[in-house]
């Protein structure tokens, strides 16, 4: 029991240093910041330019709305820069996750060469032995992460880990959330939201199992343009997709909490556009 007990002072080596890790994402690392005093002893924000280090981001929507796009960008910019990824993959196999990379690295202009080396992939999706075993995925992460030096991490999706169980969902998260923490590393926790639930709340399929354990929290949704006054409010016309994104809480570090266009372009790239109340029509 004593052992439980620790002096804040002694916990100084084992604190990580903050600072952005570059999600490839245009228009997302500027939305994270921290603060500091000026020559006024006067605080000010300063942004992160990025994704803040060993944080366990949970990013949540319904389908269509970018989460994996987000996902393989994050991935391939870390590789890009020399970085080892994991990249867990339940949903799909890994040899369709590797043709999705690569036509994502095509759109980004980044040679699949030079990052190929740089990607690991667990595939859950094939093997249910460690897609319903969360001990021995854990496990297998925490082998991968040592062996190979990974500094980032990408799960798509938790969701598929715990399906027809959710009452277990909490503990199966707070596990995965758990080893990252250990290993120290940035990731990306993607999920899928229950058509139930309101579209832009942080909740997925499982409940308060993820928002409540990760450390931040981005919200993907989606609306279709439907009315004449939402044409006339957001300038779009008739049958448009509108898709946003706002973070839902951070508690690592300061953050944007506006909600935000997502523009998904033809080639698959997202990228964060302005506030929604610098593009709507209120007058």
Known sequence: MKEMIVQASKLSEKVPKLFGIPSGVPGLDELFYTFELDENDEIKKVSLNGIPSATVVHLTGISDTGKSLIGEQ?????????????????????????????????????????VEEHIYIIDAASHSEIREDVLNLTNLISKAIEENRITATVIDSITGLYENKEVAARSVVRKLYEIMKKHYQTAI????????????????AGGYAVPHI??????????????????????????????????DGCRVCGHDPRTHLLEINDSGVVRVGPPLEEVTNLS
């Not at 759109?107 to 030079?114: D, G, R």
């Not at 931040?216 to 898709?243: E, H, P, W």
């Open 74 to 114: 994050f991935a391939l910019n870390q590789a890009s820069r020399g970085y080892n990824v994991l990249y867990i993959t339940v949903e799909i196999p890994a040899p369709f996750l590797i043709q999705s990379l690569k036509q994502r690295s095509k759109a980004l202009k980044i040679p699949w060469e030079n």
């Open 189 to 204: 926790f993607i999920s899928q939201k229950r058509s139930s639930h309101e579209e832009n709340s942080a909740e997925a």
């Open 214 to 247: 990760t450390d931040c929290t981005i919200v993907l949704s989606k609306m279709v343009v439907n009315t004449k006054s939402m044409a006339q409010l957001y300038g779009r016309k008739i049958g448009d997709v509108i898709r946003t994104i706002r973070i």
